[in-house]
Nanobody, 121 residues
Framework: QVQLVESGGGLVQAGGSLTLSCAAS????????MSWYRQAPGKQRELVAA???????NYADSVKGRFTISRDNAKNTVFLQMNSLKPEDTAVYYC???????????????WGQGTQVTVSS
């Protein structure tokens, strides 16, 4: 069984910073893209940032220059450093990854359970 477990969410004032972590565990052979999504109340889930296994990175325009995604391949972990947070960043943040399990030939998409980020004005 593969699991993605997020941590690091919480309540922060506008202008503050938070770092989210997401660790993948289980019988993992390889991980392709790892991403962070978020979903605010009443809104659709949206891509925040993504990083490939080779280190290619994409950001949503709304977070460029403020958020940084990184990964530790040895620990199967992805991070999201969030600076200059705004009230509109308030959402549940979800980790997402394409993971190949041992003895399986293809990658499967997995989601974490989500972590709440609340930015007060």
């Amino acid at each position: 069984q593969v699991q993605l477990v997020e941590s690091g969410g919480g309540l922060v004032q506008a202008g503050g910073s938070l770092t989210l972590s997401c660790a993948a565990s289980g019988r993992i052979s390889s991980i392709n893209a790892m991403s962070w999504y978020r979903q605010a109340p009443g809104k659709q889930r949206e891509l925040v940032a993504a990083i490939s296994s080779g280190g290619s990175i994409n950001y949503a325009d709304s977070v460029k220059g403020r958020f940084t995604i990184s990964r530790d391949n040895a620990k199967n972990t992805v991070f999201l450093q969030m600076n200059s947070l705004k009230p509109e960043d308030t959402a549940v943040y979800y980790c997402n990854a394409d993971i190949q399990r041992w003895s399986f030939s293809s990658h499967v998409n997995y989601w974490g359970q989500g972590t709440q980020v609340t930015v007060s004005s």
